[in-house]
């Protein structure tokens, strides 16, 4: 099952909480796997892609400069330094990658980001703020045991025992959630960024990714 979106609309996506009295009562396994089992998978940048910088994209693209700003930037650097430089991050976020380094994942994926953007490839950037949110997900799941949780609620009969459980899960998600709503501010730029652009297999897993954060952060504040 996938979450579907409208075509491009655009306004920027805002997290909006509602409380549940159970989320699982209303989103069993079979939904939440198909937001969580890599439906949301990154996907590699396409350069050959054509871009066009519309007026209206001008801010979002400087506040998104201004944020991913390196601590030194030398301003007579060619194009093709430009271009070096995002591949350079790209692979130093790939080596972060394999030994499982998710911090410096995203640190590296904000350099490329910012990069992208110096060289007017905003959709390119728009990929690397969505991998920032897809990764921080990754990380989120393996410190909570994510999968696992939630098979074993869906598995278990109701009761004293299936309360206590989901009542633990809970103060597990909320202790990790932080991780997930910082996640959420790369998203919403990622989404800022790629609403001009008619990428729909980027827009899906952008939203995806944010829907996925909507759940937990509804899941964990429901009564």
Same mark, same amino acid.
């Given at each position: 099952m996938l979450i579907c979106q409208p075509k491009y609309v655009k306004v920027k996506y805002r997290i909006t909480m509602t409380r549940f009295s159970n989320p699982l009562k209303y989103l069993p396994l079979s939904i939440l796997l198909s937001i969580v089992f890599f439906g949301v998978m990154c996907s590699k940048s396409k350069p050959e892609t054509k871009q066009t910088t519309t007026t209206e994209q001008m801010d979002t693209v400087t506040t998104t400069q201004e944020k991913f700003l390196p601590? !030194? !930037? /030398?301003?007579?650097? !060619? %194009?093709? @330094?430009?271009?070096? +430089?995002?591949? =350079?991050? #790209? $692979?130093? =976020? *790939?080596? =972060?990658?394999?030994?499982?380094?998710?911090p410096a994942v995203k640190t590296f994926l904000k350099k490329a980001a910012f990069h992208a953007v110096e060289v007017s490839r905003n959709d390119i950037a728009a990929w690397q703020l969505n991998n920032i949110g897809y990764y921080s997900i990754v990380e989120f799941k393996q410190k909570? /045991?994510? +999968? @696992? &949780?939630?098979?074993?609620?869906?598995?278990?009969?109701?009761?004293?025992? #299936?309360? %206590?459980?989901? &009542?633990?899960? #809970?103060?597990?998600? #909320?202790?990790h959630l932080p991780l997930l709503l910082e996640a959420a501010k790369y998203l919403? +730029? =990622?989404?800022?960024? *790629?609403? /001009?652009?008619? $990428?729909e297999d980027r827009t899906q897993k952008i939203y995806s990714n944010l829907a996925f954060i909507d759940w937990v952060r509804n899941f964990t504040n429901a009564q």
């Open positions: 601590e !030194t !930037t /030398d301003a007579n650097r !060619t %194009v093709q @330094q430009m271009w070096s +430089d995002f591949y =350079a991050a #790209k $692979d130093s =976020a *790939d080596s =972060a990658l394999a030994r499982s380094d998710f909570t /045991d994510y +999968d @696992q &949780r939630l098979r074993t609620i869906e598995n278990m009969r109701r009761g004293p025992e #299936k309360i %206590v459980y989901i &009542r633990e899960t #809970k103060e597990l998600f #909320k202790e919403e +730029d =990622a989404y800022e960024l *790629d609403k /001009d652009f008619n $990428d």
